[in-house]
């Protein structure tokens, strides 16, 4: 939260003493973002990196090749016509003389290896489209965080250069109070080191503010967008404490595809199988005989005899792919329940932090500020101590947006587990993608 000038104590001048205490009890009250016109929000971060990363164009060809293959997988090898002529030539006449030959062959599977190709190719296809979800899944989640780091990192800037503006602000009045003869030179010591290092963390948070903007417009390919809102949606998720484990595991994207693999292994097992029955190729065809001016009609039928080679091979092959899939889901099950735990505990206690700190910690230095702060005016207090209490309160300020930052992150890491259904409503991606 922040509060306006309105609620910031005053104090009463005291020379140039007096112009430091005005600019110090400015931070009384947590800073004000600067005001923006169109501040970037995290569901327009969502819609820009869905609609422009990579990642996902290149997920949907994916998936695209597979239906393709499917289409292919499962068609018929093309007749082929056969024309000959012989016995023409030489002592044998001319061409008027020959015995030609048109005949037509096609090729027929008999164990539905066609259509077993095409089921498995459809199989992959689906595993395609498993992971275009989770990719779609990974890509927000990792948006989202970019996002949040980077409101954190603008927040944190802020709060760095207001202490720095007050730490030079009030070493520049004690100088002249020691110039003056009315302070310690100790005193102006303690005030220097206390500005310059509020100059050096000021300058490495614009910096970390700077990276994170960048990294986050990385992620949609265009220009850092500057302001960022709070992720406010992510903070205030009450939802997620009803998130079980069972539901994670009918949810989670890279299980689907674990499952859907097992799924495409147990079709080409089929497949291999169907490969097994050899197919027959028929023929039909008409001859001439040149030299009586004849004709005939003839048929033909050719199909190999699986004495040494029915396909074992490639269907043992296959059942132990299909087995690995089979202990790859499993496995992929036990980390997802270890990774739920952990992602719950990091969530709950985030939770826990922020409240202690929002509600707590951060009113309660506030609080003290505010006396000191008072101690001050009525004399009672040096302009150092008010400065060590000011830095106290600064740092709680700068440990309650982290803590706010965490949470969010607890919420992305939980809801990308479950597929990102908020962070998909957000996008304005209804539900799962079945196709391209």
Same mark, same amino acid.
């Given at each position: 939260?922040?509060?306006?000038?309105?609620s910031?104590?005053?104090?009463?001048?005291?020379?140039?003493?007096?112009?430091?205490?005005? *600019?110090?009890l400015?931070?009384?009250a947590?800073?004000q973002?600067?005001?923006? #016109?169109?501040?970037?929000?995290?569901?327009t971060?969502?819609?820009w990196?869905?609609?422009s990363?990579?990642?996902i164009?290149?997920?949907?060809?994916?998936?695209? =090749?597979?239906?393709?293959?499917?289409?292919?997988?499962?068609?018929?090898d093309?007749?082929?016509?056969?024309?000959?002529?012989?016995?023409?030539?030489?002592?044998?006449?001319?061409?008027?003389?020959? +015995?030609? !030959?048109?005949?037509?062959?096609? !090729? @027929?599977?008999?164990?539905?290896?066609?259509r077993?190709?095409?089921? *498995?190719?459809?199989?992959?296809?689906?595993?395609?489209?498993?992971?275009?979800?989770?990719e779609?899944?990974s890509?927000?989640?990792?948006?989202?965080?970019?996002?949040? +780091?980077?409101?954190?990192a603008?927040?944190?800037?802020?709060?760095?250069?207001?202490?720095?503006?007050?730490a030079?602000?009030?070493?520049? =009045?004690?100088?002249?109070?020691v110039?003056?003869?009315?302070?310690?030179? @100790?005193?102006?010591?303690?005030?220097?080191?206390l500005?310059?290092?509020?100059? @050096?963390?000021?300058?490495?948070a614009?910096?970390?503010a700077?990276?994170?903007?960048? $990294?986050?417009?990385?992620?949609?390919?265009?220009?850092?967008?500057?302001?960022?809102?709070p992720?406010?949606?992510?903070?205030?998720?009450?939802?997620?404490? $009803?998130?079980?484990?069972?539901?994670?595991?009918?949810r989670?994207?890279?299980? =689907?595809?674990?499952?859907?693999?097992?799924r495409?292994?147990?079709?080409?097992i089929?497949?291999?199988r169907?490969?097994?029955?050899?197919?027959?190729?028929?023929?039909?065809?008409?001859?001439? %005989?040149g030299s009586?001016?004849?004709?005939? %009609?003839?048929?033909?039928?050719?199909?190999?005899?699986?004495?040494?080679?029915r396909?074992?091979? /490639? @269907?043992? &092959?296959?059942? &132990?792919?299909e087995?690995? &899939?089979?202990?790859?889901?499993?496995?992929?099950r036990?980390?997802?329940?270890?990774?739920?735990? *952990?992602a %719950?505990?990091?969530?709950?206690d =985030?939770?826990?932090?922020?409240?202690?700190?929002?509600e707590?910690v951060?009113?309660?230095?506030?609080?003290?500020?505010?006396?000191?702060s008072l101690?001050y005016?009525e004399?009672?207090?040096q302009?150092l101590?008010?400065?060590?209490?000011?830095?106290t %309160?600064? #740092?709680?300020r700068?440990?309650?947006?982290?803590?706010? *930052?965490?949470?969010? /992150?607890?919420?992305?890491e939980?809801d990308?587990?479950?597929?990102?259904?908020?962070?998909?409503?957000l996008a304005?991606?209804?539900g799962a993608?079945?196709?391209?």
């Amino acid at each position: 939260m922040y509060s306006d000038k309105s609620s910031r104590p005053n104090w009463p001048g005291r020379g140039l003493a007096g112009v430091a205490c005005s *600019a110090l009890l400015a931070s009384a009250a947590l800073a004000q973002p600067a005001p923006r #016109d169109a501040p970037l929000d995290l569901a327009t971060a969502l819609q820009w990196a869905a609609q422009s990363n990579p990642r996902i164009g290149a997920a949907r060809a994916d998936v695209s =090749a597979r239906l393709g293959e499917a289409r292919q997988a499962g068609l018929w090898d093309n007749p082929s016509l056969e024309a000959e002529a012989e016995d023409f030539g030489g002592d044998r006449g001319d061409i008027g003389d020959a +015995d030609v !030959t048109v005949a037509v062959r096609q !090729t @027929i599977p008999l164990g539905g290896d066609r259509r077993r190709a095409r089921e *498995a190719a459809e199989a992959w296809a689906g595993v395609e489209t498993a992971q275009l979800n989770a990719e779609i899944a990974s890509l927000l989640g990792d948006a989202a965080t970019a996002f949040v +780091d980077a409101r954190a990192a603008q927040e944190t800037a802020r709060v760095r250069a207001e202490l720095q503006d007050l730490a030079e602000t009030a070493a520049s =009045a004690i100088r002249q109070r020691v110039e003056a003869g009315r302070s310690s030179p @100790i005193d102006l010591d303690r005030a220097d080191i206390l500005a310059a290092t509020a100059g @050096i963390e000021a300058a490495s948070a614009l910096t970390e503010a700077r990276r994170a903007g960048l $990294a986050l417009a990385a992620i949609w390919g265009g220009a850092p967008a500057g302001e960022v809102a709070p992720p406010s949606v992510l903070v205030n998720n009450p939802e997620l404490s $009803a998130l079980t484990p069972e539901a994670m595991m009918r949810r989670n994207p890279d299980l =689907a595809v674990a499952q859907q693999t097992s799924r495409a292994r147990s079709e080409e097992i089929a497949r291999e199988r169907a490969e097994a029955i050899p197919d027959i190729t028929v023929g039909a065809g008409i001859r001439r %005989y040149g030299s009586d001016n004849e004709t005939a %009609y003839l048929a033909m039928v050719e199909m190999p005899i699986p004495v040494i080679d029915r396909n074992q091979g /490639r @269907i043992a &092959a296959a059942a &132990a792919r299909e087995t690995g &899939a089979r202990l790859d889901e499993e496995a992929l099950r036990r980390q997802l329940l270890a990774r739920h735990a *952990a992602a %719950y505990r990091r969530w709950s206690d =985030a939770q826990q932090r922020h409240a202690a700190l929002s509600e707590s910690v951060l009113p309660a230095a506030q609080n003290a500020f505010s006396r000191a702060s008072l101690a001050y005016r009525e004399g009672a207090l040096q302009l150092l101590d008010l400065l060590d209490v000011q830095r106290t %309160y600064f #740092d709680t300020r700068i440990q309650a947006i982290e803590a706010r *930052a965490e949470l969010a /992150r607890a919420a992305i890491e939980l809801d990308v587990l479950f597929g990102a259904p908020r962070l998909k409503q957000l996008a304005g991606i209804a539900g799962a993608e079945a196709n391209p």
